[in-house]
């Protein structure tokens, strides 16, 4: 079982930065493949990015791919996406998801996932 707190959300100017937090439970945090995905309102939830349960591998969605950087440390039990050069489309609520299973590569469908944080705003003003 794994229990998600996702923290660092706020406002921020176009072209800001913000780096996010994603705090974990759990005994086995460091098995499991972690996930970022954001929805805006009106819009279906959408793939950010994600890391291997090892932190060695990563993917990312075009929308941020040399913007946005994932990593994780198993040590903490925390998993950050650093926002850089961010844009007002990057406005939404952002949430953390674990793997359903351990030992896996991050995924970009939400399915994939079993455990979800509840979210933290980021609002970015043009």
């Known amino acids: 079982q794994v229990q998600l707190v996702e923290s660092g959300g706020g406002l921020v100017q176009a072209g800001g930065s913000l780096r996010l937090s994603c705090a974990a439970s759990?005994?086995?945090?460091?098995?499991?493949?972690m996930g970022w995905f954001r929805q805006a309102p009106g819009k279906e939830r959408e793939f950010v990015a994600a890391?291997?349960?090892?932190?060695?591998?990563?993917n990312y969605a075009d929308s941020v791919k040399g913007r946005f950087t994932i990593s994780r440390d198993n040590a903490k039990n925390t998993v950050y996406p650093q926002m850089n050069s961010l844009k007002a489309e990057d406005t939404a609520v952002y949430y953390c998801?674990?793997?359903?299973?351990?030992?896996?590569?991050?995924?970009?469908?939400?399915?994939?996932?079993?455990?979800w944080g509840q979210g933290t705003q980021v609002t970015v003003s043009s």
């Open positions: 998801a674990a793997d359903r299973y351990v030992l896996r590569r991050g995924s970009p469908n939400p399915e994939d996932y079993g455990y």
């Open positions: 759990g005994r086995t945090f460091s098995r499991y493949a």
């Open positions: 890391i291997v349960w090892s932190g060695d591998q990563t």
